[in-house]
């Protein structure tokens, strides 16, 4: 897991999830509002996904919430 600020101030936990048909997602979890958002990440084990989330910059996880889908 991870910690990110956007470019607003809004500070976000990152973690890996996955879609009910295997599919690996990036989860954003807003600590400032009830938002959660969701982004599909190309990797196929959760144990890549992980390696994929470290590697990340601030800046490629900010991108990667910005594409992000809003979650219902």
Same mark, same amino acid.
């Given at each position: =897991?991870?910690?990110?600020?956007? &470019? ?6 990152? *973690?890996? &999830?996955? %879609?009910?048909?295997? !599919?690996?997602? /990036?989860?954003? *979890?807003?600590?400032?509002?009830? %938002? !959660? ?5 190309? #990797? @196929? !084990?959760?144990? #890549?996904? @992980? ?9 490629? /996880?900010?991108?990667? /919430?910005? @594409? *992000?889908?809003? =979650?219902?």
């Amino acid at each position: =897991m991870r910690d990110l600020v956007d &470019g607003i101030g809004r500070r976000w936990d990152v *973690a890996v &999830g996955r %879609e009910s048909w295997g !599919t690996q997602v /990036l989860l954003f *979890a807003c600590r400032d509002a009830p %938002e !959660t958002r969701s982004v599909v990440l190309a #990797a @196929e !084990t959760p144990l #890549a996904a @992980e390696r994929v989330l470290d590697a990340l910059s601030d800046e490629e /996880l900010r991108a990667r /919430l910005a @594409e *992000a889908r809003v =979650m219902e």
